[in-house]
């Protein structure tokens, strides 16, 4: 994985990122903590939800290549802090719910409590502040959240992680109350998050990592039957004062191999790269490694040629792109995007004017040009598919894991995984020069596999779960 770059060289050839003036229309949207892509009714196209410290958070929809502000709404809480945003299908009716983190992550104590906002008809209810959330004894106050599905069936918990004290995993019981089921998963251990990434690091079960931004960091690998074993320290995790800030779980060499890479507020940067007994040996390239101010981290194909690329942002310095070139994690030019003197906070890709290519969304908390950047991609017309999985009860099935081979090549996604757990819930694939899929192997969070092949290319498809559909075809959309 070496490369022959110099770590600061940048090279010519990338997915130059071009900036969209005038990026959102009908709100101004001074500032920006937090993005979340969330389906919040049946047939409607995503939503961006955006975080805004000291409020009010905005619910934007793609409209004419732009974003438009929808009016405000319960979700605005003028008074919380926004600091992470996620979603998932919290209660099994087929739209996403919105989880806010308004704990600050500078203080020990959280300075507001979270919600849980339910879309009801034009609106949204707060579920955390509902007479049902009375059984988890202290409503969260977290700085870091992931929606987790662990019993496979459509319904998601919410993974907090707060100011040091235990994980709570919030989940929706059998009587429509609400339960912490940390304990019962495995996962109620102590942690001050920085960041969360979810993926088949070790096996092909969902593992858990909690990067921490003060104290040690947690490994928590799938046990099955909705449980996990932290394994940090047997798996060679144990990094004293890890500094994390964002995380995600990737394709470390682009070729089927995973790997936890970890952006930390001091020092080098990591990419841990497991071996055949799970043992964890660091392997970030100089290019890679290189200390920065690092606030955020975004992992998808931005150019369609069938490699991820990686954008970091940098808080009072140029954001640093890199893409997979001979082999090896080199720089390349970002482009608008490099925003030398802003302070991004959070980063997004999604497909918002529906041509098959990724927009990239940057929350900047301040810097020219608001609270919102949105950038397009200049790149050749390289081919791509979209895959959407849904739930038995019809949601996005985010954390399942989809797998194409195309032109002799593998690649994998985790819906939804991007955005610090809260992205694009749609497996976006760049196929290069490939206008066929020989094969597609989708597999949900409950092990079923669906196996489709011979796919035409440029297409969105939505593959309803095998229970729910009993076998009804894929819906193609061109």
């Known amino acids: 994985m070496a490369s022959t770059s110099a770590p600061g060289a940048i090279e010519r050839g990338g997915p130059l990122l071009i900036h ?4 959102v229309e009908g709100a101004e949207i001074p500032a920006a903590s937090a993005l979340a892509l969330a389906a919040l009714g049946p047939d409607t196209p995503l939503a961006l939800v955006v975080g805004v410290p000291n409020g009010p958070n905005r619910v934007l929809r793609p409209r004419g290549g732009k974003l438009e502000a929808l009016p405000l709404t319960e979700l605005a809480d003028p008074f919380g802090t926004a600091h992470a945003l996620a979603a998932a299908d919290f209660d099994g009716d087929g ?4 989880w806010v983190a308004n704990g600050d992550p500078g203080r020990t104590r959280g300075l507001c409590a979270d919600r849980l906002f339910d879309p009801v008809g034009e609106g949204f209810r707060d579920l955390l502040a509902e007479p049902a959330a009375a059984t988890l004894g202290s409503v969260p106050s977290s700085h870091t959240v992931r929606p987790l599905d662990r019993l496979g069936s459509g319904r998601y918990g919410f993974l907090a992680a707060g100011a040091g004290g235990p994980l ?10 609400l339960n912490d089921a940390a304990a019962e998963a495995g996962l109620d251990e102590l942690a001050q998050g920085g960041a969360m990434a979810c993926g088949p690091l070790l096996g092909r079960g969902l593992d858990v990592f909690v990067g921490a931004a003060r104290g040690p960091s947690l490994l928590f690998q799938g046990a099955g039957l909705g449980r996990w074993v932290e394994v940090a320290e047997a798996a060679g995790l144990a990094v004293a004062d890890l500094g994390a800030v964002d995380a995600a779980i990737l394709e470390a060499d682009q070729a089927g191999r995973w790997g936890l890479l970890c952006l930390r ?3 080098a940067h990591l990419l841990w790269i497991p071996d055949a007994t799970g043992l964890l040996h660091e ?7 290189r200390p920065s101010s690092a606030t955020a981290l975004l992992v998808a194909d931005l150019d369609n040629d069938g490699f991820e690329e990686i954008l970091i942002a940098n808080a009072g310095e140029p954001n640093r792109l890199l893409g997979w070139r001979e082999q090896g994690w080199r720089p390349i030019d970002p482009g608008d995007a490099l925003e030398p003197a802003t302070l991004p906070t959070a980063l997004a890709a999604a497909d918002l004017d529906g041509d ?3 927009e990239v ?4 908390a301040s810097g020219r040009g608001g609270g919102i950047g949105l950038y397009r991609v200049d790149a050749p017309d390289h081919a791509w598919l979209r895959v959407v999985p849904r739930t038995p009860q019809g949601a996005p099935a985010r954390g399942a894991l989809v797998r194409l081979v195309a032109g002799g090549r593998s690649q994998t996604r985790i819906l939804g995984e991007g955005a610090r757990g809260a992205g694009e819930p749609v497996a976006h694939f760049g196929l290069g020069a490939c206008e066929r899929v020989e094969r597609l192997d989708i597999r949900w969070s409950d092990g079923t596999v669906r196996r489709l092949e011979n796919l035409p290319a440029r297409r969105t498809l939505i593959v309803p779960h095998p229970l729910a559909a009993a076998g009804a075809a894929p819906d193609e959309q061109a």
């Open 95 to 98: 739209v996403e719910e919105i």
């Open 168 to 177: 709570r995993l919030v989940e929706q019981d059998g009587r429509a109350g």
């Open 20 to 23: 969209l003036e005038q990026a």
């Open 361 to 364: 969304v940057i929350a900047r």
């Open 356 to 358: 098959g290519r990724l």
């Open 283 to 289: 392997r970030a390239p100089p290019t890679l490694a």
């Open 265 to 267: 507020r001091r020092g």
